[in-house]
DNA sequence: GTCTATACTGGGATAGAC
DNA sequence: GTCTATCCCAGTATAGAC
């Protein structure tokens, strides 16, 4: 006797999230207007705030998922020899980086999450959680032998972080291969963290 | 028996693009509005569209100045020995993370230059002299002996630029101190590279 | 629940006096 | 060259019919 049919209503959302994303991923948040929006995912704008209750509401729905995805990811990780569960989690990050559209979406994001507390929350949390775990992983395989640590566990995990964020970065030159280069990154890594050969 | 003085023009356009480097870091360049830099400026709306045609003028300016900047380092670098060069060529590229306003600013423009093709021509350009710049001392250093590269030099040139990405990317963490990690960034490149102790 | 039509806001840019 | 006043438009969000 309910007037909403909740599948139907998160059906409709995701909709409205997946045509949104693609468009803040080409154009930008700021210059993706809530009718370019409609317009795309075929609704009015009547409806679309029926749903949301702002733009930037949206914006932040795309992000939700993700802390749930990691902590996923780390049980998984967690089933293997530490430092191959570094380089799973390494790659599971730069997974985005090899589809351009998904990349202009996590620079935007990046962007917009400096100026919205909320979405800071959100997506600040999120990497403080991997940059943790990761942490503990280089920690243990350095005890186990396997690694060498030239620096402290939280700074090497940092690091990890930031060659992601090199790798996003040096998306901007169109010859760049992100592909072809996972493997740079991980040799990177391997040398930075004294990594035995295997 | 000129109607404006060229020094007194160019003071006055510095003014504004100064002022509105500050408020763009800080803000973003699309939530800062003309009038919030004509405010900061002390000028009126009417004055800065005198001096600028746009509101993106104004940021391109901003920016317009660094290919000189870098063409001056490149010449000094080349004074030294390949692999010194290299590391201040890398230590002048992290300069502007050690300022977290100027960090802002840099984030912006990426953001930017992807949507703004006129920009993009400007900073891609850029990107493009220094990775080539790069490329060439890092094989004069491997061909001297000085490091051992274990990928071409282009590639390890990209590396280079991704590793400065990295370190901007991780000024999010109000706990990463850009001073001290330089010089981790410096032993993740040695290390990389293969440069042999000094 | 979805639509059309529109109110309201704010920002970029201009006109024209001084 | 600088100002004030204002135009115009884009964009978010709402009202109210269906």
Redesign the pocket.
């Known amino acids: 006797m309910r007037?909403?049919?909740p599948v139907?209503?998160a059906a409709?959302k995701r909709h409205i999230t997946d045509t949104a994303a693609g468009l803040f991923a080409e154009k930008g948040f700021d210059?993706?207007?809530?009718?370019?929006i409609c317009k795309a995912a075929?609704?009015?704008?009547?409806?679309?705030?029926?749903?949301f209750?702002?733009?930037?509401a949206i914006f932040r729905e795309i992000f939700e998922q993700d802390g749930q995805d990691n902590a996923e990811m780390f049980v998984r990780a967690k089933e293997l020899e530490p430092w191959d569960a570094v380089l799973m989690v390494i790659d599971h990050l730069c997974v985005p980086a090899l589809d351009r559209s998904v990349a202009g979406l996590v620079l935007e994001v990046v962007q917009q999450a400096s100026r919205d507390p909320e979405l800071w929350e959100l997506v600040g949390h999120n990497e403080q959680v991997v940059r943790d775990e990761l942490a503990q992983l280089l920690q243990k395989a350095h005890d186990a032998g396997r690694i060498a640590l030239p620096v402290d566990a939280r700074t090497a995990a940092t690091w990890a972080q930031g060659l992601v964020d090199g790798l996003f970065g040096r998306l901007i030159d169109p010859d760049f291969d992100a592909t072809v280069q996972v493997s740079t990154l991980r040799l990177i890594l391997s040398r930075f963290v004294g990594a035995q050969a295997p």
């Not at 210059?31 to 370019?36: G, K, N, P």
């Not at 209750?53 to 930037?56: L, N």
């Open positions: 007037t909403v049919d139907k209503h409709k210059r993706t207007t809530v009718a370019d075929e609704i009015s704008t009547g409806s679309l705030f029926h749903y209750p702002t733009k930037r």
